[in-house]
């Protein structure tokens, strides 16, 4: 029996994690979970699976499930915050903490949980892309493990399975290529909130489905790719395949390609994870080669979709730029979200806050949460509307 944490558990990847839970009950126990402010879903997680600590970021939102579930889950404390968001990270009883909370606010509750010797396994793509050279080494040193479950880097890992004395020359990252793909910049203009939410293959929340649609997610995954495999940003290379079966590949040094096919679903690299280095059976759609008419492959259009553009640029910077791209990145889309800006202004204001920011070239977590906070500030003051 294995004890699972879940920062962000009513989110796309935290409830898929559940899914995958109630699937195996003899094989894990849902010990802790948290979530902004959804506490509907909450309620019902509490109710079904009697966790011993749920965080609720909002604190009247807290307020509000502690007295909801008060009568039947007397057990259950209610938490709030970042400092109740740490409790469930560090939870005595947990085995592994799934990250699956959308933004920087993952950084401090993993650092925590590596620092209590939890394993990892690692949805929230802004804890590496902004502090990839301050957990990795963590992670080495405490001895614990960093389980990928983006489907990108789940696949990256599972080619790379007793393959990690050999030396790779090239991580090949698959993208659909979203939404938009094939679409002008002129053409980008005109898209509106309702057109970037629809995926044509995957389903996932709302941020990471416009991430998708601008190829900034993609971007995040590149940054990502480098501090998990330790390799250079040159040998990573960002290949559209639209069917989305291939879910990445890796060129070793010898020539051969090795690659992990699947049917687009999230719960295969989620269930990977929690059950490394075994695999079990898992319910759902298969491959079907019978009826398999094609697999194409393209080149990404870095003019149109800037989103990888600057990621690279952010990466070969170094220190503190990853953080501007991301954190730029997330107060854009947030605005797209609410409907203030325009598609391409997602990029303008990438652009703008990595011109204008004094690259800080190691550093600390205060460091990174400040400049996070200096983008923010910056932002507001020019797109103020």
């Known amino acids: 029996m294995k004890n699972v944490a879940i920062l962000g558990s009513t989110g796309s990847i935290g409830t898929q994690t559940i899914e995958v839970l109630k699937a195996n009950p003899d094989d894990f126990k849902l010990v802790a979970i948290s979530a902004g402010s959804n506490i509907r879903l909450l309620e019902e997680q509490i109710r079904e699976f009697h966790p011993e600590i749920c965080a609720v970021w909002d604190e009247n939102k807290a307020k509000e499930l502690e007295i909801a579930v008060a009568d039947v889950v007397p057990s259950c404390r209610i938490v709030s915050g970042m400092d109740g968001l ?17 933004g920087m606010i993952g950084i401090t509750p993993t650092i925590a ?95 990471i489905t416009i991430d998708s649609s601008t190829m900034v997610n993609k971007g995040l995954e ?16 960002v290949v559209v395949q639209p069917q989305s079966i291939i879910h990445s590949m890796v060129e070793f040094d010898d020539g051969a390609v090795m690659a992990q096919l699947g049917t687009p679903d999230m719960r295969l690299p989620i269930q990977y994870a929690l059950y490394y280095p075994k695999r079990v059976y898992l319910e759902g759609k298969r491959l079907d080669f019978s009826t398999l008419t094609e697999i194409t492959f393209s080149k990404p259009d870095p003019d149109t979709f800037l989103g990888l553009r600057y990621a690279y640029k952010a990466i070969e910077c170094g220190g503190s730029m990853p953080t501007v791209f991301n954190a730029a990145n997330e107060c854009a889309v947030a605005k797209f979200l609410n409907k203030e800006i325009q598609f391409l202004e997602i990029y303008e204001m990438i652009d703008y806050c990595m011109n204008e920011h004094t690259n800080i070239s190691d550093p600390s977590v205060e460091q990174i949460l400040e400049t996070e906070k200096w983008v923010y500030d910056i932002i507001e003051s020019r797109w103020n509307r």
């Not at 740490?86 to 959308?102: P, Q």
């Open 86 to 102: 740490i409790e469930v990270a560090v939870i005595d009883s947990s085995d592994i903490l799934i990250t699956a909370v959308v």
């Open 222 to 237: 590149v940054i990502e790719a480098k501090w998990l495999f330790d390799v250079d940003p040159s040998q990573i290379e």
């Open 113 to 207: 949980a590596i620092n209590a010797g939890k394993d990892i396994g690692l949805a929230n793509k802004e804890t590496l892309v902004t502090a990839g050279h301050i957990i990795m080494p963590l992670a080495k040193e405490k001895g614990i493990s960093i389980l990928p479950v983006d489907s990108e880097h789940s696949a990256i890992f599972q080619c790379l399975n007793g393959e990690r004395e050999n030396h790779i020359n090239k991580i090949l990252l698959t993208a659909s290529g979203g939404p938009f793909r094939g679409k002008t910049r002129e053409e980008l203009a005109e898209v509106t909130l309702e057109m970037a939410l629809k995926h044509p293959n995957w389903s996932m929340g709302r941020k």
